[in-house]
């Protein structure tokens, strides 16, 4: 029995792909097969293939763009869909254990379907280490199929370093005061060779563009430090921070539920204590 997989570039694949093992034998289409990124065109291959191979299941990373193409699956194959899983058991009918409300909710489900569609909550489960799956030929896309694709790309205002790649964040909340408060964190960010991001509170104020935001209505990281200053850590926030490796919280309320659940915790004015850390590493260097 084969399983379809779709495989775009990183971990949360990779980690989809330890549950797609449960179903079969992975097959996968490339996310990047079809330049520019094409929803439609992607959900019309994983259809196709899906049904040439008569596949148990198709599985995507719940990335932005992997639970776009399979939502369009769904409704092109009238078939339901399980987002955002971190567990899946085999059967009839498959059981699932999903992230609901942000990550603060897990859902245990049953999803009755003759092919499960489902996509795997990034940094929720440890990554694949077996061979890669064997990849398909795919065919020309139907003009009808690319009328929604990308156009253009936007260069990020962080000084080039992407918050979805960055090994390090410095990332500012209301404690920040204000747009010109920024200064602080981007020239920590800067001599770290760090992304600067926000809270849903910066960018609802215009602070900073919502490209910046971490959380689950911005931008969710997983870098190996993050930095979190005067950001208070509501649901939304901390959803984005699920596949932070370390969490460095400064903030003058040590009870911010930020604070509460952070690795290494400052508490203090954050207009003193960043200015103090960026000096201190100015010293080392």
Not at 66 to 80: H, I, Q, T
Not at 97 to 109: F, I, P, Q
Not at 145 to 171: F, M, Q, W, Y
Request: proline residues 7%; glycine residues 10%; contains cysteine.
């Amino acid at each position: 029995m084969n399983v379809l997989v779709l495989m775009e570039p990183g971990d949360p694949s990779r980690q989809a792909l330890t549950l797609a093992r449960k179903f079969g034998d992975p097959r996968s289409v490339r996310m990047d097969a079809i330049q520019p990124f094409a929803p439609d065109a992607l959900a019309a291959t994983l259809a196709l293939a899906a049904d040439q191979l008569n596949v148990s299941a198709v599985f995507a990373a719940g990335t932005d763009r992997g639970n776009e193409v399979m939502a369009r699956l769904a409704a092109r194959a009238g078939l339901p869909l399980a987002t955002n899983c971190i567990a899946v058991t085999p059967g009839q009918p498959v059981e699932v254990t999903r992230l609901r409300w942000g990550g603060s909710l897990l859902e245990e489900a049953r999803l009755h379907s003759p092919r499960p569609l489902i996509t795997v909550a990034p940094h929720t489960v440890p990554a694949d280490t077996g061979p890669a799956p064997a990849e398909l030929d795919l065919k020309p896309s139907a003009e009808s199929e690319l009328v929604v694709r990308v156009s253009d790309h936007v260069a990020p205002s962080n000084g080039g370093v992407s918050l979805t790649t960055a090994k390090v964040i410095v990332s500012g909340g209301r404690g920040v005061g204000s747009k010109e408060g920024f200064a602080i964190i981007e020239e920590l960010a800067s001599l770290l060779g760090a992304a600067v991001g926000c809270s849903r509170a910066v960018t609802s104020a215009g602070w900073r563009p919502h490209t910046d935001q971490v959380g689950q209505t911005g931008t969710k990281v997983a870098p190996e430090v993050y930095i979190a200053c005067g950001i208070s850590g509501a649901t939304q926030h901390m959803a984005g921070l699920k596949g932070a490796k370390r969490i460095v919280a400064i903030n003058s309320d040590p009870q911010a539920p930020l604070m509460l659940n952070a690795d290494y915790t400052v508490t203090g004015d954050l207009k003193e204590i960043v200015p103090a850390i960026t000096a201190e590493i100015r010293k080392r260097k």
